[in-house]
């Protein structure tokens, strides 16, 4: 789902703070059984809504089917912890304002889950609140799209993607789409020209038909809508800009995330179903170490939401930036090549980026589904809705997880207490080694 | 669910054998996406029935809501492997019959999906099809109430549940139910007479309500029955048989192991909800150093259905079976006190049991959830419909895990050809150690 829409609009007074809405103050889902006002179903659509996603977030497959990441059956790679108590006080400029913020303040002003951070491979901050604990899974969103962007990257590495195709030439039955005439990069840098709305405040865009195709939201008794994730993607159109050209203007919509997750099933299909969970699992999750299993949600055909379904532990999460940092080395093995890291940490067009019109974000890039930052420490993220966020600082060798449930979708209404923040903290780390 | 029904018919002619069923062949699933006739959906309820079931059982987490049972962050424990070649070979004679069969005819004849052997603890025999691998969690179905069960006895053993007391004493909504009037241990045994049929065969069935209820079957639009299992609970009726009166005979009723997980999820509390999965967790899977973690169904409330929605690989099941065959001990620690194993093989009322009507188990009897052979070696049993089964052999020194997909949900249609090849497979082992 999107990162960031390119609003500019700040957020309306909520009616309840970070403190005010823990899931475990308001009660979701406790008792034996819980009372009916405090039950989250899927049924009703809600678990969707705040104050509930503070919940439902860290629960998701308690909600809705769901298929497992295999993280292989050995012991957890070692995660080293000396936690310093001075970051709490690391303080910052919020964006567009002139107020100060102080990185502990920002924990509950963003309503984060949970925070991991990591200096040199070593946890030197972790936190966590509401219904999140070390050993749940939160819903990582548009984090999603970054693992699957680097699976991508990797296989135009190896050879077996070639970026310069046109879609149909791995997916057929994407001719008559918008898709049959965009290419594989041009899928995975998101500059396609697509007919597709992701603004998650207007219910009319196709991002909730897209979601309810892929099972995530009920279908109405009436619906008429496709039944699954492959079956929506061929209707999706041409966008009017352009005069209808792909490659003109970054434009992020979640569906070329899911273009690419086909694409990456059938071409490792090798004569049997290779599903992206399973690729997941064999190229990264089993590798890293993880100490859980993370998850995917799946449509009624059993097709993973390539573009926002994956959950994993915060400090999985933080395993997997941190190999990113150390060039793709980590638990004493090469998972990502070197080389597709350099690849992702270059970025694309600035100007395609500019087009897209995202004011918080000046002279930042997005390349293989990844958000690279070109500020002077070479930052780059993955970035999902409600402030789902990996940031990796190389100079400051630092690495940020972040999982979050704030009231609004869009990344428009943290980035200003929360870029500035991530920055702070590289710079104070850089300072107090 | 029911791991066996009194009926003594044997089964039809099937449509489709073992090896033709194997969801492989028949491409369940398979394809980016799958064709429409190939998917397998929660929506028309067919993946309960035969032959998507071979698929089915062990992909449950793909098609409902399910809930982690965690192993915690440890690597599993070691479970060594000399498999031996001269099982396969070994014969009994099919119950009611004059046929001999060979333990490896019986793998397709019973719809196996994954059998292991251990033998004085160590794996000798490991065998997989279909669907199943070695990473998989697979249905367990009614194997769930030895768990259930087994961690009742061990509250009632530290003193913080007592077998004497009425069902109300610990779940006051249960007053004007059935179970108003009975014991805790007249729930553990199930020798609670209760107005509920447990017959997978008619459709009309009290086990189909509560299955519609807990959201394993589709509500339908026009749906007026309980929302979840604890909504279900309060309405169940007293039996007609005994004047009404419970503690006169063993009648198999899946919503005993319900209430008997109302009642853990209640004591456990101290302030805050203790869900099932939790307390399976702490207490059994994360000691055992288990592979892979666990999972269970939960209906619309987060209620974990105690009765029969456990999911596990098969090497751990084969792990819960060894700790239970070795008093408790296991994997370096005390697992289950060892008195609370012997309770358990001591077994119940015979004559209790008689009264069921079980031809094919005669002289057995149910203790605690576990089904107790009281045959020349003291075996014992846990069992799940469609063939799902710990078979625990103290003489012989042997553990066997089983998980299938047979056609027919009553174990009745299994036990001929599995009883005997389990205890001809023990002598086997002791004329052969």
């Known amino acids: 789902m999107t990162s960031s829409t390119p609003s500019s609009s700040l957020p309306p007074a909520y009616a309840l703070n970070g403190a005010q809405s823990d899931p475990n103050i308001l009660g979701w889902m406790q008792g034996h059984p819980p009372p009916m006002d405090k039950r989250i179903q899927q049924s009703d659509g809600s678990f969707f809504t705040f104050p509930k996603t503070r919940w439902a977030f860290s629960h998701t497959r308690e909600i809705v089917p769901t298929s497992n990441i295999s993280k292989g059956i050995g012991a957890a790679s070692t995660l080293p912890t000396t936690l310093r108590d001075d970051l709490d006080a690391a303080s910052c400029t919020v964006l567009g304002s002139d107020k100060r913020m102080t990185w502990g303040e920002a924990f509950d002003a963003n309503y984060t889950d949970g925070v991991v951070v990591l200096h040199k491979g070593i946890i030197i901050y972790e936190r966590y609140a509401g219904a999140l604990t070390p050993e749940r899974q939160h819903w990582a969103f548009s984090v999603t799209k970054s693992f699957v962007g680097t699976l991508g990257a990797m296989r135009v590495f190896d050879g077996s993607l070639d970026p310069t195709k046109l879609i149909p030439h791995?997916?057929?039955?994407?001719?008559?789409?918008?898709?049959?005439?965009?290419?594989?990069?041009?899928?995975?840098?998101?500059?396609?020209?697509?007919?597709?709305?992701?603004?998650?405040?207007?219910?009319?865009?196709?991002?909730?038909?897209?979601?309810?195709?892929?099972?995530?939201?009920?279908?109405?008794?009436?619906?008429?809508?496709?039944?699954?994730?492959?079956?929506?993607?061929?209707?999706?159109?041409?966008?009017?800009?352009?005069?209808?050209?792909?490659?003109?203007?970054?434009?992020?919509?979640t569906v070329n995330t899911d273009v690419l997750g086909w694409i990456l099933?059938?071409?490792?299909?090798?004569?049997?179903?290779?599903?992206?969970?399973?690729?997941?699992?064999?190229?990264?999750?089993?590798?890293?170490?993880?100490?859980?299993?993370?998850?995917?949600?799946?449509?009624?055909?059993?097709?993973?939401?390539?573009?926002?379904?994956?959950?994993?532990?915060?400090?999985?999460?933080?395993?997997?930036?941190?190999?990113?940092?150390?060039?793709?080395?980590?638990?004493?093995?090469?998972?990502?090549?070197?080389?597709v890291i350099t690849g992702i940490c270059q970025g694309a067009d600035k100007e395609h980026f500019a087009s897209a019109g995202y004011n918080l974000l000046p002279g930042w890039s997005y390349q293989s589904m990844w958000w690279i930052t070109h500020n002077e420490h070479d930052a780059y993220m993955a970035r999902g809705i409600h402030g789902q966020a990996i940031y990796v600082d190389p100079k400051a060798e630092m690495v940020i997880a972040r999982y979050g449930s704030h009231p609004l979708a869009a990344n428009v209404h943290l980035d200003p207490t929360s870029l500035p923040a991530y920055h702070a903290l590289a710079k104070h780390l850089i300072e107090n080694p």
């Not at 899928?187 to 597709?196: A, K, P, R, S, W």
């Not at 219910?203 to 039944?227: C, F, M, N, Q, V």
């Not at 590798?287 to 573009?307: N, P, W």
């Open 170 to 253: 791995y997916i057929p039955e994407l001719k008559g789409s918008a898709f049959g005439s965009a290419t594989v990069r041009q899928v995975m840098d998101m500059t396609t020209n697509l007919q597709y709305l992701e603004n998650y405040a207007d219910p009319k865009a196709e991002i909730w038909e897209h979601s309810r195709a892929g099972g995530l939201l009920p279908k109405p008794i009436d619906y008429t809508g496709e039944p699954s994730f492959y079956d929506y993607l061929p209707r999706v159109k041409l966008g009017n800009e352009y005069a209808g050209q792909h490659g003109q203007g970054f434009r992020y919509k």
């Open 265 to 339: 099933r059938r071409i490792a299909s090798e004569g049997r179903s290779e599903r992206l969970g399973e690729q997941l699992s064999k190229h990264i999750w089993s590798r890293l170490g993880c100490e859980q299993e993370a998850y995917i949600t799946v449509d009624s055909a059993g097709t993973e939401f390539a573009g926002g379904g994956l959950h994993t532990s915060l400090r999985d999460l933080a395993r997997f930036g941190e190999m990113m940092r150390q060039g793709g080395f980590y638990n004493n093995q090469q998972i990502v090549p070197e080389a």
